[in-house]
C-alpha cells in the first residue's frame, strides 16, 4: 500500500506564483524526501527533512515536517515554467530499509 | 556523480515472454529498488535488495523476480510478461552506510507488452 500520498493530485499556476503541495503518511518514519520527475525520465531528489526536524529551505525550496500530524509539505517560492514537473514525497520508515513513494502532484507553471 | 543505468528506455515485448530488465549502479551501494509507475498511483516498489544475494518484496511482488548476484547490478525478470505489466520501470539505488540517505535513479524503461 502506498505510504505517502500527495495532495493536490495536480497544480496550475502562473510563473511568480508561490506553489504548495502536501504529503501525508501512515507510518513512523526517519526521513522525508521530495524528488521531481521531468515528463518522462527518472526522479532527481531536493530535499530531505529527518524525522526531528520541522522545516528546511534549500533555494527556493521550503519544506515542512509534522510528525504528530505525520504529514508534509513542499512549497517553490516565485515558480518557473522550468519548475513544470511531478513532484513526489517518499518516506524512509524506521522499520526496514524501503523508501515509499506517494502518487505525486503534477505542477504546471504557466510562462 | 552517482550513475545509475537501465538497459533499455523503450522495450516492446510480446505476451508469455520471459523479460529481464537490467540496472547497473557504480557508487558501490548496498541498497537497490526496483519500482513501477502508472499514471494516478505513483511509484510502486516491486522488489527490494539490501545486498548480494538478498532481496526482500514490495508492495506489487506478484509476476515478478529479481537477481541480485553482483553488488552493481540488480534485475529484475519477468517471467510471463502480460499486458498489464505494460508501465515504466525505475530502478534506484543508495548506501546503506549511515541513515538519511537518497536514492538515485535510472532514466526508467517504458516496457510494452504486445
Known amino acids: 500500500s502506498q505510504q505517502g500520498e500527495e495532495d493536490p493530485q495536480a497544480l496550475s499556476i502562473q510563473e511568480g506564483e508561490n506553489a504548495t503541495m502536501n504529503c501525508s503518511y501512515k507510518t513512523s518514519i526517519n526521513n522525508l524526501q521530495w524528488y521531481r520527475q521531468n515528463s518522462g525520465r527518472g526522479l532527481v531528489h531536493l530535499i530531505l527533512?529527518?524525522?526531528?526536524?520541522r522545516e528546511k529551505h534549500s533555494g527556493r525550496l521550503r519544506v515542512t515536517l509534522d510528525t504528530s500530524k505525520k504529514s508534509s509539505s513542499l512549497l517553490i517560492t516565485a515558480s518557473r515554467a522550468a519548475d513544470t514537473a511531478s513532484y513526489f514525497c517518499a518516506t524512509d520508515a524506521i522499520a526496514g530499509n524501503m523508501l515509499t513513494f506517494g502518487g505525486g502532484t503534477r505542477l504546471m507553471v504557466k510562462p | 556523480d552517482v550513475k545509475v543505468t537501465q538497459s533499455s528506455r523503450y522495450l516492446v515485448k510480446r505476451t508469455g515472454e520471459k523479460v529481464f530488465l537490467e540496472c547497473v549502479q557504480d557508487m558501490d551501494h548496498e541498497n537497490m529498488f526496483w519500482y513501477r509507475q502508472d499514471p494516478g498511483l505513483g511509484l510502486r516498489l516491486i522488489y527490494f535488495s539490501y545486498d548480494v544475494k538478498m532481496k526482500e518484496k514490495g508492495d506489487i511482488p506478484e509476476g515478478y523476480s529479481v537477481s541480485r548476484e553482483k553488488k552493481e547490478r540488480f534485475s529484475l525478470i519477468l517471467e510471463s510478461a502480460s499486458t498489464n505489466q505494460t508501465s515504466m520501470y525505475l530502478c534506484?539505488?543508495?548506501?546503506?552506510?549511515?541513515?538519511?540517505?537518497?536514492?538515485?535513479f535510472g532514466q526508467g524503461t517504458r516496457l510494452t507488452v504486445v
Open positions: 527533512i529527518r524525522s526531528n526536524e
Open positions: 534506484a539505488s543508495r548506501t546503506a552506510r549511515y541513515l538519511n540517505t537518497e536514492a538515485f
